[in-house]
């Protein structure tokens, strides 16, 4: 292999009508982003291994492009934002008053299979929302990730919402041996009915979790799910987190965008650290999400500053897989530039605000 | 709307027996054409027929919405779809196995040669059993390998297990269970869920 000229896996180049669309995909989020308040913050490139680690978790730790300093410290490329947004806005925003709104935009690297257009190095724009009463702020971050995707010229996009509560609250009951639950959240993550009843089969459970527990593959559709999930449970904290998603759901039903949205109760996907809802954003024509989010209340605490949080991004790869290879909104390529001999035109041009092109 | 992926080979016919019994017909016979895309009778769904090994990759990236594929593929492919069904049929198992009167034991220190078609499988197993080994991916008549010397294990699907003892071999250890599944994309679940709720409910009746 020639190393100056093969690119290494997972990488890629944008030219011309490509980087046009990348810059007015991400300019019409970041336009949404500041219309709804948040300030943009550039994170750096990359942090101490142990940020990403405490966000992500385990299992995702394999993924992250990590490196030794100098000082034998190990050094991470950020493979997210928003451990990376926590921590800054732990340590530099720690005296701000509350909420404290932040936006991003920028490449992140994961070691792994690129998949749906996304490849080892892919581009996410999104944003954080730090402390203020947590179902607003819920409410508030599905808005602007509802109107993004309107933005973009995407009218018709699904938004999966779960609650990783719902779940916690369910196998509160169960000894948490053997990796049991675990296995039991697999299972749910495929809705493998077959795989669930037969893990459920071999344990000693009362039965109503048992019922409960093979009910949640099922608990997908309208606000009537909510209600279904209500006779199942007697947990304080499924409750709760039932209550908080009849919340959202009745906010943004009374706003008339409640066809966006499907509650899952399986929906348990994510990063270790979620700790309330979380969602997924789909859009016809493509079999992955292009946005996820969701709340993670506990993270900013490890970096030493307890404030709830949540937020989302939307994968910029992706929602240029969805718009096409058109020429880019807003795109100017077609204007016609003027081709010239001598400087003293260019510049007069040029102080016109003309497009100009140097001949040789 | 909604595409199904097929897979072609010994799943084909149950599969499509599957379907005829959930309402959705074939006015072509699927099993003696050579096209790849067949149209339902009433038009709601296209079914498209594949390698069984690829099944899980056109529904994993949403070229179809739903597949029917047996769990050893899946489990293979390592796809992100969801698997809301056993189908029932396509029962086997997949299996380690060795030549009649050989010895070893898995305390051996000594790399094993295993020759597969499921190397990921393979692998985990072994793995997870701390046994180092030789994969040898090979992608038929797995049990030619070790009667030729070029393994010392394979790792196989097997139903019945005629094939192994007419090979002389037999089987040391079952890694799992497999049958057909049906496989649904996670974002037509969403995109398209009242036409997949259905399908799954008809199915799960009729299977």
């Known amino acids: ?360 | 709307m909604f595409v199904v992926a097929l897979a072609k080979g010994r799943f084909l016919a149950p599969s499509l027996d599957l379907l005829a019994r959930a309402g959705i017909l074939f006015e072509e016979e699927l099993r003696e054409s050579r096209r790849l895309i067949f149209q339902s009778c009433d038009g709601t769904c296209r079914v498209i027929l594949v390698k069984p090994i690829d099944v899980p990759t056109y529904v994993e990236y949403g070229a179809a919405d739903v597949g029917i594929a047996g769990r050893d593929v899946l489990l293979e492919s390592r796809a992100d779809v969801l698997q809301p069904l056993d189908l029932g049929f396509g029962q086997c198992r997949i299996v380690v196995a060795a030549r009649d009167g050989e010895s070893r034991v898995d305390t051996d220190p000594t790399i094993v040669r295993v020759a597969t078609k499921y190397p990921r499988i393979a692998l985990s197993y072994f793995n997870s059993r701390g046994t180092p080994v030789e994969l040898i991916s090979l992608s038929g008549s797995i049990e030619l390998a070790p009667l030729v010397g070029l393994a010392d294990r394979i790792v196989d699907l097997v139903e019945t297990g005629q094939t192994l003892r007419d090979n002389g071999m037999r089987v040391v250890d079952v890694i799992t269970e497999s049958s057909a599944r049906l496989l649904v994309n996670r974002a037509s679940y969403q995109t398209k869920r009242e036409d997949l709720v259905r399908l799954i409910e008809t199915l799960e009746v009729v299977r």
């Open chain 1, 1 to 360: 292999m020639n190393s100056l000229t093969q690119i290494p896996p997972g990488t890629q180049i944008l030219i011309g009508e490509a980087v046009r669309r990348r810059r007015a995909v991400e300019r019409t989020l970041l336009s949404v982003f500041q219309g709804w308040s948040y300030e943009e913050i550039i994170p750096p490139m990359l942090d101490y291994l142990d940020v990403f680690v405490k966000g992500m978790g385990q299992e995702l730790e394999d993924r992250i492009y990590r490196f030794v300093d100098r000082e034998g410290k190990i050094l991470a490329l950020r493979p997210e934002f928003t451990s990376l947004v926590a921590k800054s806005a732990a340590t530099r925003l720690a005296g701000a008053s509350l909420p404290v709104r932040l936006s991003y935009s920028g490449e992140v690297l994961r070691f792994e299979t690129p998949k749906g257009g996304q490849q080892r190095e892919f581009a996410q724009t999104g944003i954080e929302h730090y402390g203020g009463d947590s179902a607003r702020a819920d409410v508030e971050v599905l808005l602007i990730c509802m109107e993004g995707l309107s933005k973009l010229g995407i009218p018709n996009f699904q938004i999966n919402l779960g609650s990783v509560g719902f779940f916690g609250g369910l196998v509160e009951a169960i000894e948490p041996s053997d990796g049991l639950i675990d296995r039991l959240r697999s299972l749910l993550n495929v809705k493998d009915q077959h795989g669930l009843d037969q893990l459920l089969g071999a344990l000693d459970l009362d039965p109503s979790t048992r019922n409960a527990l093979r009910e949640v593959p099922h608990l997908a559709g309208s606000r009537e799910v909510i209600a279904r999930g209500r006779h199942l449970v007697n947990s304080r904290r499924s409750i709760e987190a039932l209550d908080h998603l009849e919340s959202i759901y009745s906010i943004i039903d009374e706003l008339g965008l409640a066809r966006h949205l499907t509650v899952d109760l399986g929906e348990i996907r994510g990063f270790d650290y979620y700790s309330g809802i979380l969602f997924r954003a789909y859009v016809p024509g493509l079999g992955f999400e292009v946005a996820s989010g969701g709340r993670y209340d506990g993270l900013p605490a490890q970096f030493g500053h307890d404030v709830p949080a949540v937020g989302f991004s939307y994968s910029l790869e992706r929602l240029e897989q969805v718009l096409g290879s058109g020429p880019a909104p807003g795109s100017d390529a077609r204007q016609e530039s003027c081709d010239q001999t001598s400087f003293e035109d260019a510049v007069r041009l040029r102080r016109a605000g003309k497009r100009v092109r140097i001949c040789s």
